[in-house]
């Protein structure tokens, strides 16, 4: 498999989140909340409907997918 970095923007994943038993769902979350999060604080505040709309599923999923990210911390 090629990876080609020249296609467009792209999240780093740490190694934390990797490592942990996540769903799929709750991995993409991580990864399109990056996309959002300030660099200096790491915060970021998209609403459930740019979530949900960036990963192609409903407000309630993300709902889901936050909770399980929270529990992984």
Do not use: H
């Not at 990876?3 to 740490?14: D, E, T, W, Y």
């Not at 990864?31 to 970021?44: P, Q």
């Not at 407000?59 to 992984?72: F, N, S, Y």
Request: proline share 7%.
């Amino acid at each position: 498999m090629k990876v080609n970095s020249q296609i467009g923007p792209f999240s780093l994943v740490p190694e934390w989140v990797i490592q942990r038993d996540l769903s799929p769902t709750a991995l993409k979350l991580y990864v399109v909340l990056a996309r959002f999060a300030d660099w200096s604080t790491g915060e970021a505040f998209p609403a459930r409907e740019t979530l949900a709309e960036r990963m192609g599923c409903s407000p309630k999923t993300v709902d889901r997918a936050v909770k399980e990210l929270e529990e992984a911390e």
